[in-house]
C-alpha cells in the first residue's frame, strides 16, 4: 500500500526559533496524524498520534519529550494492510531506549473499537547502565509475526535472558472459525551450545515446526 506524507500548517516563531507543524500519513481511506511541536529541528513537549477512519479523529497514542529528548509512554504504531484493524506498541522510553513494560494492542475497527492486549514483555537494565545503553529484553515475551495482520494472527510465545531468546518457544495461530480459537502449530527449542551462537543468539536444537 502506498504511503504519502504530507507537511501542512507550517509555522514559525521568529523570537525562539521555534517550529511548529503537523504531519499527514495517508492510509487509503483512513488517516494518521502525528501533532506536536518541534525547537530547534527538535520534538518537545507533547506529541499525539491521532487516526480518522471516516471523519472524526480518534486518539490512539502519544508522547512527551523532555529537555534531556527523552521519550515516555509513547504508543507505536503499525497499520493492517487491509486498512481497517491496527497494531499498537504502548510503552516508555528513557533516553532513547525501551524500559519497563511494553504491551502490544489489537485494536479492531470492525468490531467497533474493540482493543485487546495480545503480546509484549519488560524491558531490564542490565549492569549498572542508568543511561539507557543496556536495555534488554528478559522474562516471558509475546511477540508477533512479520506478516501479523487481522486473517493472519500468529504470535510466538517464550522467554528472553540478556537479550537472547531461551528455552521453548511456541508459535500460536488465532483464527475465527464459529468463534475465536487458539491452537498451537509450531515451535521448538533454543540452547546455548558452548560459545557457538548465531546473529540472533542462542542456537535452535532439536526438533521445530516453522512457518514457511
Known amino acids: 500500500m502506498k504511503l504519502i506524507q504530507l507537511l501542512i500548517d507550517f509555522k514559525e516563531d521568529q523570537e525562539d526559533d521555534e517550529l511548529k507543524y503537523f504531519t499527514f500519513i495517508y492510509y487509503s481511506s483512513s488517516q494518521i496524524i502525528y501533532k506536536g511541536e518541534y525547537k530547534n529541528g527538535i ?21 512527551t519529550y523532555n529537555d534531556r529528548i527523552e521519550k515516555y509512554k509513547q ?98 495461530f488465532k483464527y475465527d472459525q464459529e468463534g475465536w480459537k487458539i491452537e498451537k502449530i509450531g515451535g521448538g527449542l533454543y540452547e546455548q551450545n558452548g560459545e557457538n551462537k548465531d546473529a540472533q543468539g542462542n542456537q535452535k536444537n532439536g526438533k521445530w515446526i516453522e512457518l514457511s
Open 75 to 172: 504508543v507505536n504504531q503499525k497499520k493492517m494492510e487491509d486498512g481497517s484493524n491496527q497494531v499498537t506498541h504502548n510503552g516508555e522510553y528513557k533516553n532513547g531506549k525501551k524500559v519497563g513494560r511494553w504491551d502490544i494492542f489489537y485494536i479492531d475497527y470492525d468490531e467497533g473499537w474493540k482493543i485487546e492486549k495480545i503480546g509484549g514483555g519488560s524491558y531490564d537494565v542490565i549492569g549498572e547502565d542508568m543511561e539507557g545503553q543496556g536495555h534488554q529484553k528478559n522474562g516471558k515475551w509475546i511477540e508477533l509475526s512479520d506478516h501479523f495482520d487481522s486473517s493472519n494472527q500468529v504470535t510466538y510465545v517464550g522467554e528472553y535472558k540478556n537479550d537472547q531468546k531461551v528455552g521453548s518457544w511456541d508459535i500460536i
Open 43 to 63: 520534538k518537545v513537549d507533547r506529541w499525539d498520534m491521532l487516526y480518522r477512519q471516516l471523519k472524526t479523529f480518534e486518539q490512539i497514542g502519544g508522547g
